[in-house]
C-alpha cells in the first residue's frame, strides 16, 4: 500500500560462501550488529516520518494561501489559522524527539535507549496526526490521488509498524521504567 519509494524484497541465500574478508562480523554475531545499528535504523524511521510530516505541512500551506472562499485565501480564516498553529506544534515536538534521540545515539549509554524508542513513537504518532490534519484542511481535493497527500496517507502508517513497532516499543518502555 505505501512505502513504494522504498525496494523492500525479500533475499535468499541458499549454499552461499562468503569469504571471511568480506563478514560483517563475527560468525553468529548477527544480533550483537543489530543492535548496534538497530538504534540508527528506529531513529531514522523517526526522522523520515518527521519528513513527511514536513512535505504535507509545505503542501497544505500553500494550498491554504492559494485557495479561496467567499474571496479570502483559507489561510486568512482563523480557524484554520489555528489548527495550522497546532499542526506546527506537533512538527516542532517530533523534531525534538528526534532531537534527543539523536543525543542518544551519539553518546551512547549503557542501559535500553528509551530516548530512541520515545523518539521512534512520539515522531511517527506526530507525523501520522499532522498528516490526517493536513489532509482534511485540503478538503476533498486532499483525498484523490491528484495531489501527494494521498501519498503522504499510505506512506505514513508504515512508520508505526515497521522498524519496530511502536506498540512494542511502548511495552519496552514499560517494562524499562516499571520493571
Known amino acids: 500500500m505505501g512505502i513504494r519509494g522504498v525496494a523492500v524484497r525479500e533475499i535468499f541465500f541458499e549454499n552461499c560462501r562468503i569469504p571471511a574478508d568480506r563478514l560483517l562480523g563475527a560468525p553468529g554475531g548477527a544480533l550483537a550488529l543489530i543492535g548496534a545499528i538497530g538504534a540508527t535504523s528506529v531513529l531514522g524511521a523517526a526522522a523520515a516520518a518527521t519528513g513527511i510530516a514536513q512535505a504535507a505541512v509545505d503542501v497544505t500551506i500553500a494550498h491554504l494561501r492559494e485557495r479561496t472562499v467567499l474571496d479570502q485565501p483559507l489561510s486568512a480564516i482563523g480557524a484554520i489559522q489555528a489548527r495550522m498553529a497546532r499542526v506546527l506544534l506537533e512538527l516542532e515536538g517530533a523534531r525534538a524527539w528526534v532531537d534527543r534521540g539523536l543525543a542518544r545515539v551519539e553518546n551512547p549509554q549503557p542501559g535500553p535507549p528509551l530516548p530512541v524508542w520515545m523518539a521512534k513513537i512520539g515522531a511517527t504518532e506526530a507525523a501520522a496526526h499532522i498528516i490526517d490534519q493536513c489532509l482534511a484542511l485540503h478538503g476533498a481535493i486532499g483525498y484523490s490521488q491528484a495531489l501527494p497527500m494521498e501519498r503522504h496517507c499510505r506512506d505514513?502508517?508504515?512508520?508505526?509498524?515497521?522498524?519496530g513497532n511502536n506498540d512494542v516499543f511502548l511495552?519496552?518502555?514499560?517494562?524499562?521504567?516499571?520493571?
Do not use: C
Not at 156 to 163: D, K, L, Q, S, T
Open 171 to 179: 511495552d519496552m518502555i514499560g517494562k524499562t521504567i516499571t520493571g
Open 156 to 163: 505514513i502508517r508504515a512508520f508505526g509498524i515497521h522498524w
